[in-house]
């Protein structure tokens, strides 16, 4: 019965995650429509919903298997409980009350898959069945646009641009992004041959996704990961890590300084223009909109509805129908004020803290993730908006913040309990 259950949750989770990539279904459901065609956009389907709902309900079951470890990982995380509760309770204040309860329980929803994936598995198994879904979402890939109809290679505005097994180019290079730090940081611990293959194809996938900011987040990336991973690795102190530091700060400083004398160049090659396609424009326009709700917000997803909504003055103002902030962290604080705003970031420097710990405990490559998924979370945040939602990214800060409380607590109790016969790799 238990080796049933065993197989039956690493199924469920492996396929909840793809799922929550947004990998395969939306992209078959669209039928390959790109960005610029008619239909693109149109991503309401019952088949996806429905199997997002069967996810739900699975997990709700599932976490009642483990409720100790479940109040346990909740009770040390009472900033993102509370931050939660601000969002189920915002529709209280929401235009468009109705919309904004069914996204509010969509997002708690996908926290709970996260909560499911932080209760269940450790950190090791964790990031191997990343690793497993990474590997299936890159092989896939190369399939859908090697095959025909070519369902990899976007139309529209976007002629040419690899997207996978995804709807967007852009959501794709994120994903190759994040999938080439995970396979570096396994092939440095395991130093298994196909991770070690896997790091390059990730990449030339992502330099064909053509997205610039996917590509600062895996530069962001892989530069974090080398950074922790010499720290740990060389067993260096603080002081010792002086010349890296001051190696990595000249090379970001010799990057930006070349970045800013060509930005003419830069933003002509990539298309952009000099103010990220218009968005500071707007920004300004937005923080005033957030300071007239300050508080508590428009409600989670109340303020994007066109010319009927709070976003009219920003749509009338900018002179182009803006469809979200494109920025994280602007677009938290128009949902759920600057209150809410501020129990995410207390939240998240306290993973943040525990992240160090976990590094400091364990010492291994592993240990890595946890900080370099928080660097990503903030660069991917920048200029895109996709901190809080029901998508894989939230999901992944989810699990994490509710996962280091308890693999820290197995691992302190592991290594003391004299019994346990404790190895640097018992609890990971």
């Known amino acids: ?52 709902v069967l996810i739900y309900f699975i997990t709700y079951v599932l976490l009642g298997l483990r409720w100790k470890r479940l109040f346990y990982a909740i009770a040390q995380n009472p900033f993102m409980a509370a931050l939660l509760g601000l969002v189920l309770c915002s ?9 904004t309860f069914i996204e509010s329980v969509r997002v708690v929803a996908a926290s709970s898959f996260g909560l499911y994936f932080a209760t269940r598995y450790t950190s090791r198994e964790q990031l191997n069945m990343l690793s497993t879904v990474f590997t299936i979402t890159v092989l896939a890939s190369l399939v859908f646009a090697i095959l025909p109809p070519r369902l990899g290679i976007m139309g529209g505005i976007h002629a040419g641009a690899w997207r996978g097994i995804f709807v967007h180019k852009n959501h794709f290079g994120l994903i190759m992004a994040l999938s080439a730090a995970t396979f570096l940081m396994q092939w440095f611990d395991t130093k298994k041959q196909r991770y070690k293959w896997l790091v390059p194809v990730s ?15 895996a530069l962001v990336a892989i530069t974090m990961l080398l950074f922790y991973y010499s720290y740990i690795s060389l067993r260096l102190g603080l002081v010792s890590l002086v010349p890296i530091a001051l190696f990595l700060v000249t090379v970001l400083i010799l990057g930006g300084m070349w970045f800013s004398s060509n930005l003419e160049l830069v933003a002509a090659t990539t298309g952009k223009d000099l103010t990220l396609t218009g968005r500071t424009v707007f920004w300004q326009i937005l923080w005033d909109m957030v300071l007239q709700n300050p508080l508590v917000g428009y409600g989670y997803k109340g303020f994007w509805y066109g010319l009927n909504g709070p ?8 002179m182009w129908t803006v469809p979200e902030a494109h920025n994280g962290f602007l677009e938290m604080a128009l949902n759920l004020g600057l209150g809410g705003l501020s129990l995410f970031f207390v939240g998240y420097f306290m993973t943040l803290l525990r992240s160090v710990r976990w590094l400091h405990l364990k010492a291994n490559a592993r240990s890595t993730w946890p900080l370099v998924f928080l660097n990503i979370l903030i660069v ?47 609890v990971s």
């Open 380 to 426: 991917c945040n920048l200029a895109e908006s996709s901190l809080m939602g029901f998508g894989f990214f939230w999901l992944l800060y989810s699990s994490l913040s509710f996962s280091l409380p308890l693999n820290i607590r197995d691992a302190r109790r592991s290594r003391h309990s004299p019994s346990s016969g404790f190895t640097a790799t018992a």
């Open 1 to 52: 019965m238990k080796s049933w259950l065993a197989l039956f949750e690493k199924t469920f989770t492996m396929v909840a995650l793809i799922h929550f990539s947004e990998g395969f279904l939306p992209l078959i459901l669209s039928r390959g429509v790109s960005e610029g065609e008619a239909g693109f956009g149109e991503t309401s389907h019952p088949l996806n919903a429905g199997l997002f």
């Open 91 to 99: 529709f209280l204040w929401s235009a468009y009350p109705v919309n």
């Open 203 to 217: 990449l030339v996938l992502l330099l064909l996704s053509k997205s610039t900011g996917a590509l600062a987040v």
């Open 311 to 318: 976003s009219r003055d920003v749509i009338q103002i900018a």
